[in-house]
């Protein structure tokens, strides 16, 4: 996934990024100058994974599932691994 400064979100949101292959990555800003990157799709089913920032954790609607913000493990639910990591780079 490629970012672009426009791209970069204010700390503590998310923002999601599309690579030129469809593939999604929700882009989370930790700190002034910490990101974290995860592929948006849960791994139990492929829904679209989305960022909590009341409850500071990433959350699948379909399942109600839900993963650490920084490491993408499984808090709770059905998935049986967490978040992928995924690479971003700056444009």
């Not at 979100?9 to 929700?26: H, K, N, Q, S």
């Not at 609607?61 to 690479?87: K, S, Y």
């Amino acid at each position: 996934v490629v970012l672009d400064d426009g791209d970069v979100p204010a700390v503590g949101e998310a923002r999601t990024l599309r690579a030129a292959d469809g593939r999604e990555a929700l882009l989370l800003r930790v700190g002034d100058d910490a990101t974290i990157a995860f592929d948006r799709r849960c791994p139990h089913l492929g829904c679209p994974v989305l960022w909590s920032a009341e409850r500071t954790r990433f959350e699948c609607p379909c399942h109600h599932a839900a993963f650490d913000a920084r490491t993408g493990e499984v808090l709770f639910g059905p998935p049986r691994r967490g978040l992928a990591p995924a690479i971003v780079r700056r444009a």
